[in-house]
């Protein structure tokens, strides 16, 4: 069983930048790819980001403004968001899984999950 942990969420202006952390839980034999979600009010979760052996995705929402790393222990995965807009307002969940690969609907196949941590931009 995977523990994930949120902090860094907050209000801030259009423009601004906030930096979101995950601190996982140190079975790294259940988890090989952290990934951030989002899902506002009235809306399905979208995936944002994700990190698998230093390869990353991003929705095409958010590239060029938002940057996923992850510390070199892999259990720490930060989500830098600059150039923040009203849209990207939601909870941001961190979550985490086993993945082979990035493959088509990778998105979907996550089983572990934060509680989430708010972000309003305004």
């Known amino acids: 069983h995977v523990q994930l942990v949120e902090s860094g969420g907050g209000s801030v202006q259009a423009g601004g930048s906030l930096r979101l952390s995950c601190a996982a839980s140190?079975?790294?034999?259940?988890?090989?790819?952290m990934a951030w979600f989002r899902q506002a009010p009235g809306k399905e979760r979208e995936g944002v980001a994700a990190i698998l052996s230093g390869r990353t995705r991003y929705a095409d929402s958010v590239k060029g403004r938002f940057t996923i790393s992850q510390d070199n222990a892999g259990n720490t995965v930060y989500l830098q968001m600059n150039s923040l807009k009203p849209e990207d307002s939601a909870m941001y969940y961190c979550?985490?899984?086993?993945?082979?690969?990035?493959?088509?609907?990778?998105?979907?196949?996550?089983?572990?999950w934060g509680r989430g941590t708010q972000v309003t931009v305004s």
């Open positions: 140190k079975d790294t034999d259940t988890y090989n790819c």
């Open positions: 979550a985490a899984d086993y993945l082979p690969r990035f493959y088509s609907d990778f998105w979907a196949d996550f089983d572990y």
